[in-house]
């Protein structure tokens, strides 16, 4: 059974820092593109980023661009995601999710998802 | 949202409800769309994907269309547990990024 187990989510002073992990277990994770998408309070599905079976391709979205780090380590079966510089509009539950089948290419078909973990960015 | 959705959209039970998505040729117009389903405090669900294709355990009453820069996702026989939040997505080739829709929040009356 393909799982996806997020943790590190807590509170935060803006301007600080977290990392977030992602365990994955029930499957190969490096034969699938990544992904963290978000949700904050009240607001609708936010991607953040995903990352190729290598590690080797990333993109960003445009306001976590050069503050979040995505990385995963296939042999810990375990993904990341570096939050740097946060700020109080990055408070959002953060799910990571595992595209539904093998490509390439960027693949956003997420047919496995977390159950999300909480960062709360205030002072 | 570079994905255009209706807020809001409602239905009695045993009704057809359709969702509707507009965007762009960087985005729908020159890639595939999905649609997610999401309850509150539990994790979304892929509904549709790849326009039209339904993952397996989903049932054949949630169909999805796309013509041009636009997409549909269509509800029959509606039932109370399909009250949930439902989002299209897809790959935007200028942002280099996958975007979502804004969300379309459905009520079984």
Redesign the interface.
Known sequence: EVQLVESGGTLVQPGGSLRLSCAASGFTLNNFWM?W?RQAPGK????V??INQDGSEQ????SVRGRFTISRDNAEKSLYLQMNSLRAEDTAVY?C?RA?IFTSW?N????Y????TLVTVSS | SVLTQPPSASGTPGQRVTISCSGGRSNIGSGTVNWYQHLPGTAPKLLIFSNDQRPSGVPERFSGSKSGTSASLAISGLQSEDEADYYCSTWDDSLKGAVFGGGTQLTVL
Do not use: K, S
Not at chain 1, 44 to 47: K, Y
Not at chain 1, 108 to 111: I, M, Q, R, T, V
């Open positions: 992904t998408v609708g599905l936010e991607w980023a995903n993109y960003y979205v445009d799910y999710a539904r960027p956003e078909e997420l047919a998802w977390g159950q999300g």
